[in-house]
């Protein structure tokens, strides 16, 4: 059992920044792909950025260039530095942990209980 806890989230205005905090209670070192995810009111949870063990990474097209995830094996965390904020990146987001480097829900079985991120124009 993968237990992992968001923070960092709040409400900024667009063109601000946030970086969000996932905490792991196992080695990430150990965890082939951790993805953040997010889910805005009335749709569908979609896959934002993912690193796998390597330090692969891949992005969302919408984030690509204003994102960047990055993780702290010593520290066990996971971290998504967003830039240049805009309002429709409004949502819930959530961290997670796969099998599968991939940005789709159905590859992730743990995740977190999300954390709030609010941008107004």
């Known amino acids: 059992q993968v237990q992992l806890v968001e923070s960092g989230g709040g409400s900024v205005q667009a063109g601000g920044s946030l970086r969000l905090s996932c905490a792991a209670s196992v080695y990430t070192s150990n965890i082939y792909s951790m993805g953040w995810f997010r889910q805005a009111p009335g749709k569908e949870r979609e896959g934002v950025a993912a690193i796998n063990s390597g330090g692969s990474v891949i992005y969302a097209d919408s984030v690509k260039g204003r994102f960047t995830i990055s993780k702290d094996n010593a520290k066990n965390t996971l971290y998504l530095q967003m830039n240049s904020l805009k309002p429709e990146d409004t949502a819930m987001y959530y961290c997670?942990?796969?099998?599968?480097?991939?940005?789709?829900?159905?590859?992730?079985?743990?995740w977190g209980q999300g954390t709030q991120v609010t941008v107004s124009s």
């Open positions: 997670a942990v796969g099998n599968i480097f991939v940005l789709g829900t159905w590859a992730y079985n743990f």
